[in-house]
């Protein structure tokens, strides 16, 4: 059955083709249905205008021909720009089978790019490369199929400079990664996934589930729902958009401790002042968040290290990712989760041994180094612990790129292990669902204060 969230590198992807191989399948009959799953939605887009179809010479040209054949049948009028001839035999068949004649160049309504998929292994020559822009500017509506040409598709790298933008990307058999990671996932507009065949294998990345949040239960009280500790710093202000973000993300309770003056703390907020080791000596505690507003001095370093060694449920955020080194992470059993953005991810990696890698062995190395969840945030999140499978989220709106969005997020995650009905990487997901609704529902041009005010609107759209 069709895993519609399953991503598959270009290796896996081979050895799941291998597979429907090696049960009877032919590369001609995937090819067919990959092309005609493609002309389905092309067919929709289309609806009776000209198709111009660029076909390439592996098998994602291949799939060009069958797309073609498949249109012409239906009455469209379809042209074949195939600057390179079919390299491999499916290829080869499905021109055949298709019978037209390709034509120099042609414009029309719509542009479908078949001319490299996930075999493209350089960028494109300046030949190829004008073509495909200049087909694309003499068209209305852009289709790629699998991929669009000149990105590699493990990585998400864009290797062009000037590619066309698209309007939608069918993806063929399984999400390759670069359909969910930046920069190439912010030219393909609409996501599009057709089934040739690929089975579910559950060791393999995919993209996060909607989580099921629940109610407390009936006989809950403000201690069994959860009690998060929030360690701040020099800066109150993100300790306490985090703090506030909390109180709305499950946790019963929510204690900010900081040896600042916090004026704006709202009354339901319990903020300390006393000692920080009588704070995490109290065993009611069910998990720490620290970092945000923390600061980076001798007194935060000193901070976080005696946090960590209470060996607590905890997520580091903001200034501790700076301060983080191994030995205080050395002997932990507690669930930790680690929530850098890109910089920091940069930070950690510098400190963990984990640098010069791309994003995703940066983000699994790390995840082995620390023992714990990584959440390498960023328009294209992703969740590890040691052991998953690397979950991807969905993109979220891009008005999240404000101010202290990241000190919200830190809240929600240290609210939801403090409830800790899930393992802390299902935590890590609920989150970032939470978060990425509540932007939803908050609309443009928020604040992150703004933000938590939607966060149980959001909440409720999860139970
Ligand atoms: N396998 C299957 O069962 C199925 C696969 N399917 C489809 O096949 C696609 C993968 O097909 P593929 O492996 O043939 O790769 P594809 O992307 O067409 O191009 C490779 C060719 O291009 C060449 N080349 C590469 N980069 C280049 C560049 N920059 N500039 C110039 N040339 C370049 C490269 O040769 P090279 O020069 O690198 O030796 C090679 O000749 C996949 O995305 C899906 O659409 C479906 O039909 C379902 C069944
Ligand atoms: N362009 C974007 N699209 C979607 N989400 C984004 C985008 N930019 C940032 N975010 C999200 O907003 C939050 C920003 O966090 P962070 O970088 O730590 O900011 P800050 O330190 O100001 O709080 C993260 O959850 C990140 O995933
Ligand atoms: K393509």
Not at 191 to 219: C, F, K, N, Y
Not at 263 to 275: C, D, R
């Amino acid at each position: 059955m069709l895993s519609n969230r399953q991503i598959l590198t270009v290796a896996q992807m081979q050895a799941a083709e291998q597979a429907l191989i090696d049960e009877g399948e032919s590369v001609s009959s995937l090819m067919e249905k990959a092309g005609t799953g493609a002309a389905d939605w092309v067919w929709r887009m289309a609806a009776g205008r000209p198709v111009t179809v660029l076909c390439g010479p592996g098998n994602n040209g291949g799939d060009g021909y069958v797309i073609a054949r498949v249109l012409t049948e239906r009455g469209l009028k379809v042209s074949v720009v195939a600057p390179l001839e079919p390299k491999t035999d499916a290829a080869r068949k499905a021109r055949a089978a298709w019978g037209g004649e390709p034509v120099e160049h042609a414009t029309g309504s719509v542009f479908v790019d078949c001319l490299f998929g996930s075999g493209l292994t350089r960028g494109l020559d300046e030949g190829l490369e004008h073509l495909l822009l200049r087909l694309a500017r003499a068209h209305d509506l852009h289709i790629a199929v699998d991929l669009p040409s000149g990105i590699d598709a493990d990585s998400g790298e864009v290797l062009n400079d000037v590619l066309p933008i698209y309007d939608l990307t069918i993806a063929l058999g399984a999400w390759k990664f670069a359909h969910w990671m930046m920069p190439a996932m912010e030219m393909m507009g609409a996501r599009r996934l057709v089934d040739i065949g690929v089975g579910e294998d559950g060791e393999t990345a995919r993209l996060a589930r909607r989580p099921h949040l629940s109610p407390p239960e009936m006989d809950a009280h403000k201690y069994s729902r959860g009690l998060l500790g929030v360690i701040g710093g020099v800066m109150p202000g993100a300790s306490l958009l985090a703090a506030r973000a909390a109180m709305h993300g499950g946790a019963g309770y929510v204690k900010l401790f900081t040896t600042h003056p916090v004026p704006q703390a709202p009354a339901e907020l319990v903020v300390e002042h006393e000692s920080l080791s009588s704070l995490l000596a109290d065993d009611r505690l069910a998990a720490i968040l620290i970092g945000p507003g923390l600061g980076r001095d001798a007194d935060a370093h000193a901070k976080l290290a005696w946090t960590l060694g209470c060996d607590l449920p905890t997520v580091c955020d903001a200034d501790a990712l700076h301060l983080l080194e191994p030995v205080m992470v050395e002997g932990r059993t507690a669930p930790l989760i680690v929530t850098p953005h890109a910089g920091e991810l940069e930070a950690l990696g510098n400190n963990f041994g984990s640098v010069g890698l791309d994003r995703i062995d940066q983000l699994t190395e790390l995840a082995e180094a620390i023992e714990g969840v990584v959440v390498a945030k960023g328009p294209d999140t992703m969740i590890d612990a040691p052991g998953d499978p690397v979950l991807i989220m969905p993109p979220a709106t891009s008005w999240l790129s404000a101010a202290g969005t990241g000190d919200v997020l830190a809240g929600l995650i240290g609210s939801r292990l403090a409830v800790g009905s899930d393992s802390p990487s299902g935590h890590a997901v609920e989150a970032c669902w939470l978060h990425a609704e509540a932007a939803r529902l908050a609309g443009p041009a928020f604040t992150a204060g703004d933000l938590i005010d939607y966060i149980p609107a959001a909440y409720g759209n999860f139970l």
